[in-house]
């Protein structure tokens, strides 16, 4: 017998017996071509044999030991690791299970750095509308997706969002010729408005992933926010949950345009879905003011530096170096691009294509020229998503807010390791199921 809530009760889930590559197989013998890497976790593909090995291996020495007496080898090994792949200046990590963690740390963190510092006033931590930081109290407090938050309300943190880098649809109606990123002005007005004293943190997805498929900002708005938390004494965290460990064709999407945050968070790629891990990479100058002052930071999970999941972590970051994954990610995405590019221009409901390395996104419209969103009650992106399981391809549904609530679009994220005759394989697959759901709808 099946007990599982599952999220959504009205759907059967294939059950999942078997990985391989890019590949999934159902127990009825389906196969599915993992064109999402999941939610953007499965990096190194399915099944690595390097990867299994390194957790059996680890799990032989020891399972678990805990955090609050011991340390263990992996960890140490991981957190180097971590460091290594990480901008310079950032120098130590604490870790966590998964993303929502990753953001729940940072967030207690960014608190706690302003009370040892002898700054208690500060503690509030800006996000921004149309984003998603996880699902947990805290970290769905800062997270701007509406849809997801609404149910909730009254139970989250009053915590102030500015408006995002959404160039497609541009809060302040620019073209990004003439944009002048107001949008990260709009930062900058609301840490006025709210007062730099009370501000701890601003928190930003370089890229926007889960509600905005895969939005790039433009060249200068990350400086810009650099700048900004430099100005007024303010932590920057860079939420990497989706982004980090090679997605997007670097170690981290902030190196893009070489900006050091203060704070990354990770978690997804970082193990490539072969045990829950998550992790937070900070500057030396962080760690300094809490060695300096009490000495501790009063937060923690059970699982955090589990050694099972360092191990898998490892090994992880093994694969993907040993194999140049980060630097073919960057190849393989122009491809797809390219390709995404081609499709945009054949069909009229494509609106636009964007994104970064492999985390791409296709956001489709009623009206190529007004962008008008479809009508919600139509459910496209999961119409999409459904057709192309039924097809044997996952793709990733966006929870977009286009206008703030609605719009559709999903992402096109497969694993690293994704070929050329994959990649056609994908594009084919995909253009049948926009083609036949667009039909459905006419
Ligand atoms: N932050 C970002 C940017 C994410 O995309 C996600 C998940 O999609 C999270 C945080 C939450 O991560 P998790 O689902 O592992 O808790």
Redesign the pocket.
């Known amino acids: 017998m099946d007990y599982i809530f599952y999220p959504n009760l009205k759907k059967e889930f294939p059950i999942i017996v078997k990985g391989e590559g890019i590949y999934l197989w159902d127990n009825k013998g389906k196969k599915y071509i993992d064109a999402c890497s999941g939610?953007l976790v499965s990096n190194i593909g399915h099944g690595v044999d390097e990867v299994i090995e390194a957790i059996y291996e680890q799990m032989k020495k020891v399972e678990f030991a805990h955090r609050f007496k011991f340390s263990n080898e992996k960890i140490i090994e991981l957190s180097e690791k971590i460091i290594k792949i990480s901008p310079k200046e950032i120098s130590r990590v604490l870790f966590a299970s998964?993303?929502?963690?990753a953001?729940e740390t940072a967030l207690k963190l960014a608190r706690e750095y302003y009370v040892e510092k002898g700054k208690p006033t500060k503690y509030k931590v800006i996000s921004r509308w149309q984003s998603?930081?996880?699902?947990t109290m805290g970290?769905l407090s800062l997270s701007g997706n509406v849809a997801r938050r609404v149910r909730y309300s009254p139970l989250l943190l009053d915590f102030p969002h500015a408006e995002p880098a959404y160039c497609y649809r541009c809060s302040f109606d620019k073209n990004p010729d003439e944009c002048n990123l107001e949008c990260a002005e709009n930062i900058e007005k609301l840490v006025k408005r709210e007062g730099p004293e009370n501000i701890a943190a601003i928190i930003i997805?370089p890229i926007v992933?889960?509600t905005l498929g895969a939005a790039v900002p433009k060249d200068g708005y990350l400086q810009y926010i650099r700048e900004l938390c430099d100005k007024y004494d303010i932590l920057f965290i860079a939420?990497e949950?989706?982004t980090g460990v090679g997605r997007t064709g670097k170690n981290f999407a902030v190196d893009h345009w070489k900006v050091i945050p203060d704070v990354i968070?990770m978690?997804?790629g970082i193990s490539g879905g072969y045990a829950p891990l998550?992790a937070v990479a900070i500057k030396e100058s962080i760690y300094e003011v809490f060695k300096k002052g009490s000495g501790k930071f009063a937060h923690g999970y059970t699982f955090a530096g589990n050694p099972v999941s360092a191990a898998a972590g490892c090994a992880v970051i093994d694969y993907l170096n040993k194999n140049n994954l980060i630097e073919k990610c960057e190849k393989s995405g122009d491809l797809i691009l390219n390709k995404l590019e081609i499709l945009k221009e054949k069909y009229p409901f494509i609106g636009d294509v964007r994104g970064k390395g492999l985390m791409m996104g296709i956001e489709f419209v009623k009206n190529k020229r007004t962008k008008e969103t479809f009508d919600p009650s139509l459910g496209l992106t999961e119409r999409i998503v459904d057709k192309a399981l039924e097809e044997g391809l996952m793709l990733y549904g966006a929870a977009l807010c286009a206008d703030g609530t609605k719009g559709d679009a999903v992402m096109v994220a497969p694993p690293l390791t994704v070929t050329e005759i994959e990649i056609n394989e994908i594009i084919k697959i995909l253009e049948k199921v926009i083609k036949d759901v667009f039909e459905s709808i006419k």
């Open positions: 939610a998964g993303g929502s963690e953001v998603y930081h996880g699902n970290a997805e992933g889960s939420d949950v989706m968070c978690a997804k998550g």
